[in-house]
């Protein structure tokens, strides 16, 4: 297999789209914040800093927006749509997030998705930090993506 951000010499590139068909494209990624019960109870009811999940959400949709500024190879797309799902998790203990990030365009949108998660449960982090600095992003990964020469990728249960 041939990674497509190197060209034939080993120099990394942005790879051109150009000929690539406009289609809608779209990707759905998650991640999970892990913090104890306490933490979670605060991050439900309002922190002293305010609406966590609420900043979380602006936060990961803000994330998804600049992708191209911090993924060095990425190109900057036009967004169609960019949600956010925050859900406290008693059985975690913690905050599932789930980001969905569509375009028209010819490439896809698996890194703004995740991009999108990732910038959010950070911002869950920092928001929640003076209660408890323990707490663990996992599991950031995407679920899906459909559109493009590629096609649908779902992963495995």
């Known amino acids: 297999m041939t990674l497509t951000h190197f060209d034939a ?11 690539k068909s ?41 994330g998804a927006k600049r992708t191209a500024d911090l993924i060095p190879l990425c190109h900057p797309l036009p967004l169609a749509k960019v949600a956010l799902e925050l859900v406290p998790d008693p059985a975690l203990p913690g905050i599932r997030v789930t980001a ?23 911002t ?9 600095k323990s707490m663990r992003i996992e599991g950031v990964h995407l679920l899906r993506k459909e559109g493009g020469k590629s096609g649908l990728y779902e992963a495995a249960p």
């Open 9 to 19: 010499a080993g120099q990394a590139h942005m790879v051109d789209v150009s000929a």
């Open 22 to 62: 406009e289609t809608m494209r779209e990707a759905v990624a998650t991640g999970v914040v892990i913090m104890s019960p306490a933490t979670l109870a605060l991050a439900e009811g309002g922190a002293a800093k305010g609406d966590v999940l609420g900043v979380a959400r602006l936060a990961g949709i803000m």
């Open 100 to 122: 969905t990030v569509r375009t028209t365009g010819r490439t896809g949108v698996e890194m703004e998705a995740l991009t999108a998660v990732t910038v959010a449960c950070l």
């Open 124 to 132: 869950i982090y920092d928001m929640l930090k003076a209660a408890e």
